[in-house]
């Protein structure tokens, strides 16, 4: 079994910054991709960013330029830098591990990001 903790979340004000991280169990190299989905109160929850052993990197329109993914393979450890943050981005954010395109296998349990004045 496979474990994925997040941390970096927090109280925000409206355009500031948050960097997220996500330290997996295991070497993160063993997996297809990671990535970080979100889930605001009421709604479904949507994926936000994706990232590849081979570090292509995937990212919904509504963070495009504002949100950047990594990989530090060396700690097994995935980050997502928040910038420009909006009210809309409050949500708890989770981390994901893909073994294979297309489907996650591991969620972890996900850290709150509340962007308000």
């Known amino acids: 079994q496979v474990q994925l903790v997040e941390s970096g979340g927090g109280l925000v004000q409206p355009g500031g910054s948050l960097r997220l991280s996500c330290a997996a169990s295991?070497?993160?190299?063993?997996?297809?991709?990671m990535g970080w989905s979100r889930q605001a109160p009421g709604q479904q929850r949507e994926l936000v960013t994706t990232?590849?052993?081979?570090?292509?990197?995937n990212y919904a329109d509504s963070v495009k330029g504002r949100f950047t993914i990594s990989r530090d393979n060396a700690k097994n450890t995935v980050y997502l830098q928040m910038n420009s943050l909006k009210p809309e981005d409050t949500a708890v954010y989770y981390c994901?591990?893909?073994?294979?395109?297309?489907?996650?296998?591991?969620w972890g349990k996900g850290t709150l990001v509340t962007v308000s004045s």
């Open positions: 994901n591990a893909d073994l294979v395109a297309g489907k996650v296998d591991y």
């Open positions: 295991r070497s993160i190299d063993s997996f297809y991709a």
């Open positions: 990232i590849t052993s081979g570090g292509r990197t």
